[in-house]
């Protein structure tokens, strides 16, 4: 007799790496033995550096001792962590008083939802990282799933070579929710200075908020690409953001993230935002792990910094090498994020991906699982050993460098140009 | 534009230990350098035990090693957790695939809400850890707030002295959702194997869910009472059990704790409950950190739930000593659960907080904090050093036990019996 949530009932396909992962498992059940070379799911490769794992160590030695132990922490969590991301990441631009320490992105995404009213349209980039839809499903925003894994009630605002990746936000209704993730999984595009700050100007001029998800920013090469959506003028009035050690220090296993909650942002009734996401935080959720805490604390200083760089260029030199090996094609991202974006001459990116996984034994992840306009592109990820690189450059090579392919390619370019 | 979600508004006050938390600050700040005695917040002090510690300890180091790296985690948690969870605290009754880990009880309790429709009636036993109801509240399930903080739509099952701390469930309506907390956080009070029978037979005869908060069970020192709901037949059908490693073993900041779906259990359309939690675990959450699971397992293993017996015997015999020092008086709790609930000369639970802050600087919880039937108690958490113990014991009896309270006492005793 208790009654499931109909929202749930909605979430009709597998979450994305889910999916992924079952289809790994099903090969390797069919063949034994067999190595895959992950280029899938985004995740790192590359150790932790030492100044970070020490002081995760010391952490976990500071709970064994009676002098030192703490239990739980500071609501909103550790201020020193707050205060250092406030310097480090943001020039000081926002206060450590609107930093909110999460256990990473993803899970602040799912709890941001709650902030709003059901009756709040949501426009997402298509294609984008999946978690932001699902989201906004749970939380009771949109209809039903319609063919092609798309919801609707949800603007998808396509995100195309054709439109060189930046959403048409012109048709968007006043008090839009607009997810915008820069640079951009899976295309690793970087929406840049100009764009931003038309976007930012729309929102204001229509009410919108922007839910800016920085979890690469780490990756963004030139000064000249806004890291923050805070480098633009105003966004403070309009624009959330969510970001992540994850990718920038190894994290993913270890969870530790952060929010950004501007005390200038309200809500049309003119209540604050953050006053509602403190409530939000301080009732479903009980801070990231202390040890966590205590890794990103090092992560932001001097040695921690200078480590972070190495990896960022490991990962990047990989993205460099696979665009190399495939530049006969077109691809995209790869230049200030870890992941490269490929167009298919088949349009279907789930046989792409099947073909891949059984010829090359190379994970990737088909474009559709992003958003309609994803069809026709897989996603390669950088995250992966050297070695692995060199080996999946060629394997790529010989399966997707096929010359009339490249011809098809050469054609399409030229018609778009 | 954007609107707010109305069913944040609703949540009037601030989360109760938050507030504590901003008196505390409040006395600090006007007496600067006084030294609290924190009986507050059910927090832990006693170091996490050394094979904890080290398996904590080593986890980070493997990170940092290109050979032992790991990023994101297994799906629902490490499987050699979910294994040892089966086996060591259900003594393989439920399946480790049954179980999901988290970072936390209370963030489970967060997300758990979502599972059911807005429809669903939810109710509580009264007075009750406050989690539940924020969960109710911010997942639509309730109306406004009431005076006392109690909120329109729940059923609060009040559980007091007269009625032995049990809930009585006649007058619930079908399909409704009851929170169980056993050992009872704050009353201290464990349900018993028979009334526990009771509850599961109502649910199934009433097609209700129980909502089995096991987060205190390791403190249980009767083989007579029952440590999960799962040694009761057929609940399995009719019940969710969440829990955590906070208490039994330090974890309160390090965050680790799991749910139990059992595969039998299904809502009113027959689908599987076990499915949505799958997937509302993959949408919105991302693992527990790798780091704290490491320490779960070891806190699992024959050295691991050694100590933890030993860190379980330390705060019973603070709970002891705390119930020896105010022995004339009536006081529940504290045999089978780290909390003494106490009942007050003046009704107001918070007057009483404020005298014991001001006076003998020593933090309580007052009760009505925990929900209406809470008025007229505090609860004293055995969480602290040996020392504080003693120092509480002496400020408590001096405040607490005036010559003209204990008679009251003692006639409402005599008029109840």
Tied chains: 1, 2.
């Excluded at 979450?15 to 992962?21: D, K, M, N, R, T």
């Excluded at 939802?113 to 298509?126: E, K």
């Excluded at 270890?254 to 501007?262: A, D, H, M, N």
């Excluded at 200030?336 to 010829?359: G, I, N, Q, V």
């Amino acid at each position: 007799m208790v009654e499931r949530n109909a929202d749930v009932a909605k979430m009709g396909r597998n979450y994305l790496f889910h999916e992924i992962a079952k289809r790994k498992k099903a090969l390797l059940e069919k063949e034994p033995g067999t190595r895959l070379i992950n280029l899938g799911i985004g995740d790192t490769t590359e150790p932790i550096p030492p100044s970070v794992v020490e002081a995760m160590r010391e952490a976990a030695s500071r709970l064994g001792s009676k002098k030192t132990y703490t239990g739980y922490g500071e609501t909103h969590g550790k201020w020193l962590l707050r205060e250092k991301i406030s310097e480090v990441i943001y020039n000081s631009k926002v206060s450590p008083d609107e930093i909110f320490i999460s256990d990473g992105a993803k899970c602040d995404v799912g709890r941001m939802q709650l902030l709003f009213s059901r009756n709040v349209p949501v426009a997402l980039q298509d294609p984008v990282y999946p978690a932001y839809m699902g989201a906004s499903v749970l939380s009771g925003k949109t209809g039903g799933a319609q063919d092609g894994g798309s919801y609707e009630g949800i603007h998808y605002l396509p995100c195309t070579p054709e439109n060189g990746f930046t959403p048409d936000v012109t048709t968007l209704p006043p008090g839009t929710l607009l997810y915008l993730c820069s640079p951009n999984n899976p295309t690793g595009t970087v929406l840049t200075r100009d764009q931003l700050t038309r976007l930012v100007h729309f929102a204001r001029e229509n009410r919108c908020f922007l839910l800016f998800d920085s979890a690469y920013a780490a990756f963004i090469q030139s000064e000249e690409l806004p890291r923050s959506i805070y480098e633009i003028e105003g966004a403070q009035e309009v624009a959330i953001e969510t970001s992540s050690f994850s990718k920038r220090i190894g994290f993913t296993g270890v969870r530790l993230g952060w929010s950004v909650v501007p005390h200038k942002l309200t809500f049309a009734d003119g209540s604050s935002v953050w006053k509602d996401w403190s409530t939000l935080t301080s009732t479903l959720f009980n801070e990231a792990s202390n040890i966590a805490q205590a890794g990103g604390i090092a992560a932001l200083e001097k040695e921690g910094l200078a480590s972070q760089r190495k990896l960022i260029a490991f990962y990047l030199e990989n993205a460099r090498l696979l665009r190399e090996a495939l530049s006969p094609l077109p691809c995209y991202g790869g230049e200030h994020a870890p992941f490269l974006w490929l167009p298919l001459r088949s349009k279907s990116s789930w046989e792409t991906f099947e073909t891949l996984l059984e010829k090359a034994k190379i994970v990737t992840t088909p474009g559709v699982g992003f958003g309609p306009s994803g069809e026709g592109f897989i996603r390669i990820s950088a995250f992966a050993s050297r070695s692995d690189i060199h080996k999946a450059s060629t394997l790529l090579q010989h399966i997707l460098l096929q010359k009339a392919d490249v011809e098809v390619f050469k054609n399409r370019e030229q018609q778009r140009t």
